[in-house]
């Protein structure tokens, strides 16, 4: 089940999808929201159950807005073996699809 914290930010982050303008917010929330998506999926949650559906949107809106955002959504927010290749430190993420 997810922890209370990640139950917080995802609450949190639903209620204001996409407008994360700010590289540390991001990446706080990304701190956050990732290992609880890996661990709900490592679980066996379907990618389309509620909580792993409003992490990956609270995900969408994370990355810059443009072109960086795209690359970000194609690159891992399509399948669960996407999903599962992020890493845990948004610091790794190329800058082709980061802040």
């Known amino acids: 089940m997810l922890s209370e914290v990640a139950r917080l930010v995802w609450g ?3 209620a204001v999808y ?14 956050y929201v990732v290992p609880e998506l890996h661990d709900a999926l490592k679980k066996g949650r379907k990618i389309t159950s509620p ?15 443009g072109a960086r955002r795209r690359n970000f959504n194609r690159r891992y927010l399509k399948n669960k ?7 845990l430190d948004p610091e790794r993420l190329s800058v082709g699809v980061w802040w």
């Open 12 to 14: 949190a982050g639903s």
């Open 18 to 31: 996409g407008v994360f303008t700010d590289k540390a917010k991001s990446e706080e929330i990304y701190r």
């Open 51 to 65: 909580d792993v559906v409003k992490a990956i949107k609270i995900l969408e809106g994370l990355a810059p807005v």
């Open 81 to 87: 073996v996407d999903i599962l290749s992020l890493p």
